[in-house]
């Protein structure tokens, strides 16, 4: 359904989501009875092995080392205090972009009137690109996507019931695979350099002494993948053309930015379900409608009334599977946006490090990772300042 969202037919977009909403209103007791079983059963496992909550256990499984509750806790701030007022910026200059009286959930996907960028060409296309993209970025990205192409270490066309985008590890040959749908939209090129910035880490790290240590550690993986995101912005227009490229940026920055919050909330939402295991669905939805309020405040669901009335926490699949990961995405981005900010300034300096930091793999906790790359942890004061500052005087 996710094609829709851009469609510049407004009625298009609202009927869409109307669409998938009704799915979920006639399944929503299944899901709430699924999801009740499921915090059931994780509490119980962490009151026999002696926790107080599923909370303090889930920590550990993520193997989160130098931080805690009380740090995510404070992060959460930083992006209340900094981001959240800037997302209202963003919202308020896509609704007049737009030309509507009030922006809704369903115009959120819709850049302008223009409809979003496209790649310049299809799959053959974009491997074209890209390999002149990596030839750009210099020597070891050279070897790693010749490595990639020549091994048939990619499968990114679409076709009937195929998997999520991915990146996976094969050890015992030490490549990575990557796993992607081309669908002829922006997302080709998102997801594309997302998912070979989870490879290119995991090919840097290949010679580490420790299976442990050539993958990243959980709440760094996201590091990689994101940053080379933004690191490819200097490349777009082979993609997509010089307007295209132009929008392209624009939006992949601000996606990111809307993105924060939104994962803040997920994970705060999670916070709450797991310190009251007991609470109805009901209370679970008033729960949810309580993060959008106070992370999400321009968010308005016209007469999408099951989302409107807190039910948007059951489209994210991560709250059933892997309970208290999200948070991961946000911290990664926090880092992955202070890359952006120094590769404006010195390009190459930054290439350097990101790699250097890639090679590293899992060998420190996600602590000693950012500050080996000279960059600001998550869980300091201001960490967001200058990456807020600067993406305000480029809406400006």
């Known amino acids: 359904m996710g094609k829709f969202a851009g469609n510049t037919d407004r009625n298009m977009r609202h009927d869409s989501l109307k669409a998938m909403w009704h799915w979920f209103s006639e399944n929503g007791g299944q899901l709430d009875s699924i999801f009740d079983e499921l915090v059931s059963l994780r509490t119980d496992m962490a009151e026999k092995m002696g926790y107080k909550n599923y ?7 993520w193997k989160r080392v130098g931080y805690d509750q009380t740090n995510i806790e404070k992060f959460r701030k930083e992006v209340i205090k900094s981001v959240v007022p800037l997302t209202q910026l963003i919202m308020e200059k896509q609704r007049v972009r737009l030309g509507l009286e009030k922006l809704y959930v369903y115009d959120a996907g819709l850049f302008s009137l223009e ?7 299809e799959h053959d296309c974009i491997i074209a690109r890209a390999t002149e993209m990596f030839h750009d970025l210099g020597t070891e990205f050279v070897e790693f996507f ?3 192409k020549n091994g048939h270490l990619f499968d990114l066309q679409t076709r009937r019931n195929k998997g ?3 990146c996976f590890y094969l050890p015992d040959y030490k490549v990575p695979f990557v796993l992607s749908s081309f669908k002829g939209t922006m997302s080709d090129v998102e997801v594309f350099t997302h998912e070979m910035g989870h490879a290119f880490q995991l090919y840097s790290s290949r010679h580490q002494p420790l299976l442990d240590y050539q993958s990243s550690t959980w709440d760094s993986a996201e590091i990689h993948s994101t940053s080379l995101e933004f690191l490819s912005y200097p490349f777009l227009e082979k993609f997509f053309g010089d307007k295209g490229a132009g929008q392209y940026r624009q939006m992949h920055l601000e996606k990111t930015l809307l993105f924060l919050p939104f994962g803040v909330a997920i994970d705060h939402f999670q916070h709450l379900v797991y310190a009251n295991p007991k609470a109805s669905p009901a209370d679970r939805h008033a729960m949810w409608k309580e993060m959008e309020n106070l992370y999400l405040p321009g968010w308005d669901w016209d007469d999408l009334t099951y989302p409107g009335k807190g039910g948007r926490w059951q489209l994210t699949q991560h709250i059933y599977t892997v309970p208290f990961f999200y948070i991961d ?5 926090c880092v992955a946006l202070q890359f952006w900010l120094r590769s404006e300034e010195d390009f190459n300096k930054t290439i350097k490090e990101y790699i250097a930091l890639c090679k590293r793999g899992g060998e420190a906790s996600f602590q000693g990772l950012v ?3 000279g960059l ?3 869980f300091e004061d201001g960490c967001l300042a200058e990456v807020v500052k600067r993406a305000y005087a480029l809406l400006d």
Not at 55 to 61: E, P, Q, V
Not at 329 to 333: A, G, H, N, Q, R
Request: charged share 25%; no cysteine.
């Open 146 to 148: 010749s490595m990639m």
């Open 371 to 373: 500050k080996s790359a």
């Open 376 to 378: 600001r942890s998550p």
């Open 329 to 333: 995405y946000t911290l990664s981005s």
């Open 55 to 61: 909370i303090d256990l889930a920590y550990k499984k």
């Open 164 to 166: 999520t985008p991915e």
């Open 115 to 121: 409809g979003t960028p496209k790649p310049n060409g």
